[in-house]
């Protein structure tokens, strides 16, 4: 199957494994699945690496340098049918609200392509109404 990973999870793949989650590390380790990291997470990683230096040390370009160079990974880009999904996107006003559009333009390129599942940790993305995403 084709699995996008949410930016925690590909930073952790990546930089920390001892903090990936079991069901997470089975997913990524199938030889049968096709993992993908997407041009929004490079975007996100990016914008709070300059925001936060200290804290967030690693560039979009080492992520990606590292993903091609030390991974199968592939780059999954930004297409105008995945923002098209953002209108069909929807939550339900009695769950807790969330705020990221990181989150919600990668399960937009999620639902564009179809075939694949998101998977992530992010409890509060099970509350939309997407039936493709694992949460770990």
Known sequence: MK?????????????????????????INDVNNEIYYSIISLWEIELKRVNNPVIFPYTAEVIEKICHEKTDFHLLQLTQESIYQLDKLQRPE???RHKDPFDRMLICQVLAKRDMLF?????????YNVSNIIIC
């Not at 699995?3 to 997913?27: C, G, N």
């Not at 998977?119 to 509350?127: E, F, V, Y």
């Open 119 to 127: 998977l992530t940790h992010d409890s509060l993305l099970g509350d």
């Open 94 to 96: 009695s769950v807790p």
């Open 3 to 27: 699995v996008l990973l949410d930016t925690h999870l590909l930073l952790w793949t990546l930089m920390d494994f001892s903090k990936l989650p079991e069901k997470a590390r089975k997913i």
